[in-house]
């Protein structure tokens, strides 16, 4: 991970793996190191319990948290903190019913375009930084034993050897027996 790293944004690392406390004492750290004062925005693009509560200890209680998945129960969210959701299906559905949103407190306003066409400018905004360099996909590996190596991925993958990198397994490259 520490190519990706641009230490003149004060870009830093936390490793969730370590548990909440380990996590919510990291930004704290992270925030302390570069001198940020305090953190009044996050966007949690996990959105399970653990990552939105270690979210919530260390934003400003005035904050906004976004979150990725709707139709989860948000409602332990502390309610000083403005909670939202952005997530990709907003380029093909309608904005999220307030009703069902549990502990969700605050909707895009509009009539239903915003979502769409900040997913068109966003497309195309990542296509360029593609095109240019300046924007890079997620690290992979190529297992080169094809439909063989499944068996290799999940065992890394279960025993945390599979930091950082996506496996790209194909088919093509599977040796007969």
Not at 38 to 58: F, I, W
Not at 94 to 99: E, I, R, T, V
Not at 119 to 131: A, E, W
Not at 149 to 161: E, F, M, P, Q, R
Request: hydrophobic share 35%; aromatic share 8%; proline share 6%.
């Amino acid at each position: 991970m520490e190519p990706l790293l641009s230490k003149d944004r004060r870009d830093a690392i936390i490793d969730y793996r370590d548990g909440t406390d380990a996590v919510v004492k990291g930004i704290q750290e992270a925030l302390k190191a570069a001198d940020a004062g305090p953190a009044y925005h996050a966007y949690d693009c996990v959105s399970e319990p653990n990552t939105y509560e270690a979210l919530s200890r260390v934003l400003d209680p005035n904050g906004h948290i976004t979150l990725v998945l709707p139709g989860r129960d948000y409602t332990s969210i502390p309610e000083s903190l403005k909670t939202s959701v952005t997530y990709v299906g907003v380029a093909h559905t309608d904005p999220l019913d307030a009703s069902t949103s549990k502990g969700i407190r605050h909707f895009a306003e509009g009539d239903g375009r915003n979502g769409k066409d900040l997913c068109f400018v966003f497309s195309r905004y990542f296509g360029r930084g593609l095109q240019e360099g300046w924007f890079t996909g997620h690290p992979t590996q190529v297992l080169p034993g094809g439909l063989n190596d499944v068996s290799t991925a999940l065992k890394n993958l279960k025993d945390g050897k599979a930091s950082a990198v996506k496996y790209v397994i194909r088919p093509g490259d599977t040796a007969s027996s």
